[in-house]
């Protein structure tokens, strides 16, 4: 059972200035519910409280967050592909030559892949020491006069120190340092095999530290070390 009450023509004081008045549509009691409609106006402006939020529109919401974390996944990938670069990454001392690991030290790939130690001086040819082609011993210096200063050093022609893989040529019975049959090498560079020529291993972006060792995009040679 409910009981029902009709107020027509209330009014109701909301502030010190202005009455409001107020119509109750109706007001139904039970013992399961209560309704209640009210209806406001000041004869001025009308109050919209609004319409409540949908459920469904504050589920839209968090869908859009969820998306977020589609990002955050994306990223997870990438990060997967990257350790698996890793995976096939030469240990320390070697570097990646034709798909195969091999020494710094190693004769063909001195330093840098390619970089033959055995095309440079006589015989043999030079043997790679720390990433670096030396003579070894004194005939791969080319003529009888010329001297390995040091199993780790550089030729010496006619007295005088040659530059890092440099040989001895004889030219017109002179015995002068050659950087590969050409010119000598001028103060602070390196003879190369590959690339060939004279470098500057301290400062050359191309060559840094070691014949053919390049740094990568955005780095710069310093004191032999890409920064």
Do not use: K, W, Y
Request: proline letters at 4%; glycine letters at 22%; a negative charge.
């Amino acid at each position: 059972m409910s009981v029902e009450h009709e107020l027509l023509g209330r009014s109701l004081l909301v502030s010190p200035t202005r009455l409001l008045p107020l119509r109750v549509s109706r007001i139904v009691l039970g013992a399961s519910s209560l309704v209640m409609m009210l209806g406001c106006t000041n004869g001025f402006n009308s109050f919209d409280f609004g319409e409540p939020r949908d459920a469904g529109t504050s589920s839209g919401g968090t869908g859009g967050t969820g998306g977020t974390g589609g990002n955050d996944a994306t990223g997870g990938a990438a990060g997967t592909g990257g350790g698996s670069g890793g995976m096939n990454a030469c240990p320390p001392g070697e570097q990646s030559c034709g798909g195969s690991c091999v020494a710094f030290d190693d004769r063909r790939n001195c330093g840098a892949c390619g970089n033959d130690c055995t095309q440079q001086g006589f015989g043999a040819g030079f043997v790679c020491e720390s990433g670096h082609c030396v003579c070894g011993l004194s005939p791969r210096c080319g003529d009888t006069e010329a001297v390995c200063t040091s199993n780790l050093g550089p030729c010496a022609c006619g007295g005088a120190d040659c530059r890092p893989g440099e040989a001895c040529v004889d030219r017109g019975g002179a015995i002068e340092c050659s950087c590969n049959g050409g010119s000598a090498c001028g103060s602070g560079e390196t003879c190369c095999q590959t690339p060939d020529g004279c470098r500057d291993l301290d400062a050359d972006d191309e060559n840094c530290g070691r014949c053919g060792n390049a740094c990568s995009a955005g780095r710069n040679c310093v004191d032999g070390a890409c920064q």
